[in-house]
């Protein structure tokens, strides 16, 4: 259906492995996937092993009102990889990837990106807008599209 991010969504799991994660309700204070997303919405999520090094940070599918279907990893303590869950607690909470957010050096301000000096860091893209005046003195990759203005 959508992609949809929310602030304060929030649950807990015990789920093991790296299959679906089955999400045990809202942590308190938060609310559930199911409120906050939607059932059969795309979101991004982040997953917290309690009392380990663990974390996933990926896209995934709430498939059921309890399910997060775990469908692209994006960064994570296993090369960036799904990550093999053991047992014991673990939070799951909608986030929104470094890798998906604009530059640290530019200013989002009315649906355009908008920059008044250089940007100087490589970086990825997905896709974007800019409106200069503009100077790139690194290495800009665009995965998606780029409008220039």
Known sequence: M???INDRVKETSTTQGTGDFTLAGASQGFESFASGVGVGNTTYYTIVQSGSNNFEVGEGTLSASSTLQRTTPISSSNSDSLVN????????????????????????TKY???????ISEDQTLDSGVLAGPVSI?????????LVIV
């Open 2 to 4: 959508a992609l949809v």
């Open 85 to 108: 869950f053991t047992s014991g607690d673990k939070d799951v909470f909608c986030t929104i990837p470094a890798k998906k957010t604009i530059s640290p050096v530019m200013e989002a």
């Open 112 to 118: 355009v990106v908008t920059h008044a000096s250089t």
């Open 137 to 145: 003195t690194a290495t800009q990759t665009i995965t998606g599209t």
